[in-house]
């Protein structure tokens, strides 16, 4: 396939190209000045430094989706993207737990109350269940108790909004609010460190897909994508993407950067900007 540049991983293969941003399908809302702050930076670095992951299938948007938006703002036709089979089954969807400092249980409970949810007093691990089976739209925990919230959602994408409106109506009330892993949450609720967490459901990739090609999009921070390696540091010069080469022309020069390149593979748990739990391959 001309024009791509693929990376062949034990556990999956990935394909590095350039793509139009107007083809691509987001399945998360972005915040907006996270993207001001980013097309900021993206400008001044003059090169677009790491890909954004899509599945290949359908053109959705996996990961990036703030990039998108900021290479939408600054007037970019081209972006970098990794491509992936999102039928494989080493690519796995998680879910993002919210995490609330200072508010009172009562003052939670008010919330969710008021959102028009019932509240069901029970185990954890019971109501880690009735999510998964969609019977609860999410739970509330502390160290000492768990609350499983239900009510009205037609699917998951009203569950999540309806998440999203607890977290805003509590941050509104003056809480912090923070997103962790399941296992990472859990742990920092129960050590006292953080007083009420928020259990949330996991996506499906055919809901993933059909929310984001319907034009109906998820509140942020509502998938964790856990795909076993990556690409970064591709750095493609900004002025690429602007759209005045043909794609087929651009997409052949960076196919040659990218081959001027070494790779340096890292493996899980690296710190770059963020924490990585993949394994990376880092164009130097």
Known sequence: MSGVFTITHPLLSFKITLHELDKLHVHEEIIPELVENLARKISDDGSFFHPIVVERGHSVVLDGMHRVAASKKIGFRYIPVCLVDYDNTNIQVGSWYRLFQNPSLQEALEVCVGLGLSVQEGSFDG?????ERREAIAALFTSELSLALQGAARDIKDAYDLIRDIGDHLRRRGSMIRYDTENEAQKNVNDGRISIGLATPVISKSEIV????????????????????????????TDWLWGDLSLGETNRRMVDLLKSKRIERLPPGQVLDRKYDEELFVFR
């Open 210 to 237: 059909e929310v984001a090609l319907s034009g109906r999009i998820f509140a942020p921070k509502s998938t964790r994508h856990i795909i076993p390696a990556r690409p970064m540091a591709v750095n493609i010069p």
């Open 127 to 131: 109501h880690l269940k009735l999510i």
